[in-house]
């Protein structure tokens, strides 16, 4: 049977029906009801009342819900039927019912960890990278989850974006000729009605430097039945577009979520997943390794593996780095390559994603690199004496660069020469009197190592300035 590799015969799913079971207070909903997003919507579970009917609420998440500055609790009844009404350690459950925990501040927290209103040139519209942007369409999500990145701005159904600032956004993107993919974010862009949606899209595709769109989205997890045939023929006119799912544990793969993936895919949108790794929820190696497995069954290619962000409400959540290394060990080499994520810290104060990985280079010489597998077994790699790096020629496409942002790459082409925090020139500058007798005040060390015989810097564009024009010796063009 397809399902049973997520399952265990403990759990309470008729699986072979092809469907998750419903708790008691469900049970005699008509199946059109239930199958019908809006219903699904609009009988959205939040309070201790409502939750009361189908789980037994420990003391910690009656306080949860019970806060009044909590973040906005609404959960579908299908969502809500995948929790184990007994144990408050189910991985679904933590996902979505708040704990008074939550509540609690921690001493790295942020308001904004990812910077985004630093890279905000209009409302909702962030624009962090070079080539692309995220554009937050509305604040509204299917259901939401205790550790939400954006809960600063997400779920208040009186603050969303509206179509002027839409059309903002839209602007910004028409003029703003190195942006190539445009990825729609909020909340959660599948909960905008479909005229909304489709409206936007049709504004983005019609923008010619707009090469690929993308929508990030939780509701094939949360609300499946809102993937159907006549939303996913809108979306198919707007190719190439890309869908990225937010999945978290295997338990949250059902037979209603694998159909919106067939979907989907059948429609010839090529899906994504992006976990967050969550204490206590996700955290282990192979339960990730299980996720991804599933994932791949339904055509989802892993793609994130999110380090928690430090934001309100996720301090309890947030694991070590120690642990995500760990799990990334346990997956490289031990499955598929297309089943591995990549692991990244989305950097404090909006660096942008980092990735990070268990390292499997050991050393190199000028001949062998020597490089370690997944089994600890080692290798060298004999390196080719003639390699020479590739010269431009009609054939090399012509990069797209935005000032500042070449970063170590640019190290490696011999653009620059340094990439300095702010204040370091002034913070090592040396009065003369400090140079020991005999020695330039524009030499150390480092600088010596990457002159050439002729005692000129090897890099293009580098010049030596005349003596006593210190610090600004280095002239990059
Ligand atoms: S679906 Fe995404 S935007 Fe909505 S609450 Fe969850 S993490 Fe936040």
């Given at each position: 049977m397809m399902w049973g590799y997520l399952m265990t015969s403990a759990q309470p799913y008729r699986l072979a029906q092809g469907c998750t079971s419903r708790p008691a207070i469900w049970a005699d909903v008509p199946d059109e009801q239930w199958d019908d997003w809006r219903w699904q919507l609009s009988h959205r579970v939040s309070t201790v009342e409502e939750l009361r009917q189908f789980l037994h609420l420990t003391p910690d998440e009656v306080a949860g819900l019970q806060a009044h500055a909590k973040f906005r609790v609404d959960i579908t009844p299908y969502f809500a039927a995948l929790i184990d009404p007994d144990d408050p350690t189910c991985p679904v459950r933590q996902q979505v019912v708040p704990r008074a925990r939550e509540l609690e501040g921690f001493d790295a927290m942020m308001r904004d960890s990812l910077g985004e209103e630093q890279h905000s040139p209009v409302p909702g519209l962030v624009h962090r990278y070079p080539d692309r942007v995220l554009m937050l369409v509305t604040t509204q999500c299917a259901s939401y989850c205790r550790y939400c990145t954006r809960s600063r701005i997400v779920g208040d159904p009186g603050a969303t974006f509206s179509r002027r600032q839409h059309d903002a956004q839209i602007d910004y993107i028409a003029r703003t000729p190195q942006v190539r993919d445009v990825l729609l974010s909020g909340g959660d862009p599948l909960t905008l009605p479909a005229r909304v949606l489709e409206d936007l899209l049709?504004?983005?595709?019609?923008?010619?430097?707009?090469?690929?769109?993308?929508?990030?989205?939780?509701?094939?997890?949360?609300l499946p039945q809102r993937i159907t045939a006549e939303l996913v023929a809108m979306l198919r006119q707007f190719h190439p577009l890309w869908l990225n799912l937010?999945?978290?544990?295997?338990?949250?793969?059902?037979?209603?979520?694998?159909?919106?993936?067939?979907?989907?895919?059948?429609?010839?949108?090529?899906?994504?997943?992006?976990?967050?790794?969550?204490?206590?929820?996700?955290?282990?190696?192979?339960?990730?390794?299980?996720?991804?497995?599933?994932?791949?069954?339904?055509r989802v290619r892993p793609y994130y593996l999110y380090q928690c962000d430090l934001v309100a409400g996720s301090g309890h959540f947030r694991t070590s780095l120690a642990a995500g290394l760990e799990i990334m060990e346990a997956l490289r080499g031990h499955t598929s390559g297309y089943a591995v994520p990549t692991y990244v810290v989305d950097a404090p104060g909006g660096g942008g994603k980092i990735p990070v990985m268990p390292n499997y280079l050991i050393s190199m010489s000028q001949d062998h690199v020597v490089l370690r597998n997944f089994e600890g077994y080692i290798t060298s790699y004999a390196q080719p004496a003639d390699y020479q790096r590739p010269k431009r020629t009609r054939w090399v496409p012509e990069p797209a660069h935005e000032a500042g942002q070449r970063g170590v790459a640019g190290l490696l082409r011999g653009e620059r020469l340094t990439i300095k925090p702010d204040g370091w020139d002034e913070s090592h500058e040396r009065k003369p009197s400090a140079v020991p007798a005999g020695q330039s005040s524009v030499d150390t060390p480092a600088e010596d190592a990457i002159r050439n015989d002729n005692g000129q810097y090897p890099l293009p564009g580098v010049q030596v300035a005349p003596p006593g024009d210190t610090p600004a010796w280095v002239r990059v063009h």
């Open positions: 049709r504004r983005l595709r019609a923008i010619e430097h707009v090469e690929v769109i993308r929508i990030g989205s939780r509701v094939p997890v949360f937010h999945v978290n544990h295997p338990k949250e793969v059902t037979p209603e979520l694998a159909r919106a993936c067939a979907r989907l895919a059948d429609g010839g949108i090529p899906l994504g997943n992006q976990s967050v790794l969550l204490a206590g929820v996700n955290d282990h190696p192979d339960t990730i390794k299980a996720l991804c497995h599933a994932l791949v069954k339904m």
